[in-house]
């Protein structure tokens, strides 16, 4: 299964370059010959090749992070042809960056843009070109290999049926060998796992995946010799998905892999990248926003009831660590969040600790506008799981599974969660449950282009109403 991998990310990344630096000269040619009828076609200054290398370098960069060549999460031609669209985007803002900084008279928009569309044509052309080439191939039996599957468990299973949403990638499967008789699979099921070396002997078998449970070392050591005295490939699937989400990373450190809850965030560049756009976002809030919105709702708030403008309340951030978030003040003076009996009370919608004014602000969720300040503090993001008051999670820690992994990230303002409708009160230990899910599927899938999908979703919710906005 790997060993063409590395190849194939080689062939389609060199091509990929190849047709990049192709359009990038086109966009050069047709922008001069706009200009200079009677240039010649090569005659570049420096400029323009330092663009082109910095083009490269992003273009290296971005599609490693959106997963352009893993051919296991390139599923679909539309995944495959967003992503281009999504790079060929990335290339047209550092394009026009580029521009500000060092101006010619062929590095223009006019440039910018016909360099974009001549990419994101050339690309996509050869995505659709490559994969209906690569399905008719393999419609007449070309580049096809054969698996068997050792273990016929859930994982083995689970493992079938990604090939089977997989049909690009060119595999297909014999059949199982497991101890246990397996009616359901049907032709599927050839017998158990001491038949391997006969099956081998009568089936065209490229590789065998061993997809036992950990227990069965003795099983698992056979079956590799068999696979190698018959010159065929074995691959382990570790049985460790009980433990993890779908969602993981393997690394090696020495000699020992190590597999982890996948956290794009935990990278450092990733993590400067995001705040360096919390920090900028924020600014212009500030100066083009908040600069007169604030004294509006500082002055309703002293209008509607008395008490101080913002509240403060202690919640947990990354790591655990203690901050202090900042909200303007919603309810009366002097509203208590526990009760007698000590346990965290949760605003419901008609809570009657809410002030009128409170209500529309708790509303349109302008009672977290002065967050904005922890983000520029470094507390928190605009984007990430919402930050929890200390009692609810000390409520919740032991009672909702992998509560706490969502701390290995800063809270936000905003969050995944919140725009597909768990926001509000989590009385329910389900509802608590789904809202902290879909936390950790962000965690686990975070990217730029997710976090402007929030905002911009978040922004549509704020003018369109949210039912559990109170």
């Not at 360099?115 to 007449?140: D, N, P």
């Not at 992994?405 to 905003?414: D, M």
Request: net charge positive.
């Amino acid at each position: 299964m790997k060993k063409y991998r590395h190849s194939l990310y080689f062939i389609k990344f060199a091509l990929d370059v190849f047709l990049l630096a192709i359009s990038f000269f086109l966009a050069s040619f047709i922008a001069r010959k706009r200009i200079y009828p009677k240039e010649q076609f090569f005659n570049f200054d420096k400029r323009e090749l330092a663009l082109l290398f910095v083009l490269l370098a992003v273009w290296y960069f971005s599609t490693k992070a959106s997963g352009l060549y893993d051919e296991f999460r390139s599923r679909t031609l539309s995944f495959e042809l967003l992503s281009v669209l999504k790079n060929c985007l990335l290339q047209f803002i550092v394009s026009i960056l580029f521009l500000f900084t060092i101006k010619t008279m062929i590095l223009s928009r006019y440039f910018i843009f016909v360099f974009f569309m001549i990419q994101l044509t050339l690309l996509s052309v050869a995505k659709f070109s490559t994969r209906t080439s690569l399905q008719w191939l393999r419609a007449k039996g070309r580049y096809v290999s054969s698996m068997l599957i050792l273990g016929a468990g859930k994982v083995g299973r689970d493992f079938f049926q990604a090939l089977k949403s997989c049909p690009h990638l060119g595999y297909k499967v014999e059949g199982f060998l497991d101890d246990k008789p397996q009616p359901d699979l049907g032709f599927l099921y050839l017998g158990s796992i001491e038949d391997l070396n006969e099956i081998l002997g009568e089936h065209s078998v490229d590789e065998v995946i061993i997809a036992l449970p950990n227990s069965a070392g003795e099983k698992i050591k056979a079956a590799i010799s068999i696979c190698e005295n018959n010159t065929i490939s074995a691959r382990i699937i570790p049985d460790y998905f009980q433990f993890l989400s779908h969602n993981f990373d393997i690394s090696i450190f020495g000699y020992f892999p190590i597999i982890s809850l996948k956290n794009p965030l935990e990278e450092l560049h990733w993590r400067i990248f995001k705040r360096i756009f919390d920090t900028a976002f924020t600014i212009v809030l500030f100066l083009f926003a908040f600069v007169w919105l604030w004294p509006i709702i500082v002055i309703a708030i002293k209008i509607d009831s008395s008490g101080p403008v913002f509240f403060k309340q202690e919640r947990w951030g990354r790591k655990n660590r203690k901050i202090t978030i900042l909200k303007f003040r919603s309810m009366v003076k002097d509203s208590k969040d526990v009760d007698e009996n000590g346990n965290y009370q949760q605003a419901s919608r008609y809570d009657p600790r809410i002030t009128k004014i409170g209500r529309f602000l708790r509303k349109t969720s302008m009672d977290e506008l002065p967050q904005f300040m922890n983000v520029l503090k470094g507390e928190m993001s605009i984007v990430g799981p919402r930050p929890h008051p200390t009692p609810l999670n000390l409520e919740s820690k032991d009672r909702i599974p992998h509560y706490m992994l969502r701390h290995l990230v800063k809270p936000g303002i905003t969050g995944w969660a919140q725009i597909n409708g768990y926001r509000g009160e989590t009385r329910d230990p389900i509802y608590m449950e789904k809202r902290i899910a879909h936390d950790l599927w962000y965690i686990e899938n975070w990217s730029f282009w997710l976090d402007l999908q929030i905002i911009l979703l978040t922004i549509k919710q704020i003018f369109k109403g949210n039912i559990n906005a109170y």
